[in-house]
């Protein structure tokens, strides 16, 4: 019996670390359901919008959480560049022109 005390003592912090890591893999599975956040998000849809509790909560009981999918929304899909290089792609004669019939069109109001 005094070994397997000497064991667990000298084990526990990995089995805590060991549980802890299958804990944070559990909660990165997506288990929103329950969730402070989610509650108050399904709060205020419901409450702003008219949205159906039941339907939202039943949508988040079904996310998962794709870190892979998070981590490539998190970085830019390009170099940043400074606005001399994205002026030629966005300010054409051809958009002016459309903004200055739109202007005409809508300047009364």
Same mark, same amino acid.
Request: glycine fraction near 8%; charge should be positive.
């Given at each position: ?17 060991? /549980?802890? +890591?299958?804990? !944070? @893999? ?8 329950? *969730? ?21 909560? /039943?949508? +988040?009981?079904? !996310? @998962? ?8 929304? *998190? ?35």
């Amino acid at each position: 019996m005094q070994a397997v005390r000497n064991w667990a003592a000298r084990c526990a912090p990995w089995i805590g670390a060991v /549980g802890l +890591f299958g804990a !944070v @893999q559990l909660a990165h599975a997506g288990d929103y359901d329950g *969730s402070p956040q989610v509650t108050e998000f399904v709060l205020q849809m419901s409450r702003d919008y008219g949205f159906a509790p039941e339907q939202l909560n /039943g949508v +988040f009981r079904e !996310v @998962q959480r794709k870190q892979s999918i998070l981590d490539a929304i *998190s970085r830019p899909a390009e170099r940043v560049k400074p606005w001399k290089e994205y002026r030629p792609m966005f300010i054409t004669d051809a958009r002016i022109a459309r903004g200055v019939d739109f202007w005409r069109q809508h300047e009364a109001v």
